[in-house]
């Protein structure tokens, strides 16, 4: 497609070909500068450190 993170287009382009909205995905990275573009465009972000911690984080985002 042309485009890499942190570009915001391909948070978009996949997206796209998901066909879902950010407000309805979770976007997982280990770089901080990666997450910024997701949470502009209402993607729920974590910032990943260990599995345990990401599993932890997808709960709480699964209770909410």
């Given at each position: 497609?042309?485009?890499?993170?942190?570009?915001?287009?391909?948070?978009?382009?996949?997206?796209?070909?998901?066909?879902?909205?950010?407000?309805?995905?979770?976007?997982?990275?280990?770089?901080?500068?990666?997450?910024?573009?997701?949470?502009?465009?209402?993607?729920?972000?974590?910032?990943?450190?260990?599995?345990?911690?990401?599993?932890?984080?997808?709960?709480?985002?699964?209770e909410?």
């Amino acid at each position: 497609e042309g485009f890499a993170k942190p570009d915001t287009e391909i948070y978009k382009i996949a997206l796209g070909k998901l066909n879902t909205a950010a407000s309805e995905s979770v976007f997982i990275d280990d770089k901080q500068s990666n997450l910024i573009p997701a949470e502009t465009l209402g993607f729920k972000t974590i910032h990943a450190e260990s599995p345990e911690q990401i599993i932890r984080d997808i709960k709480i985002i699964l209770e909410s």
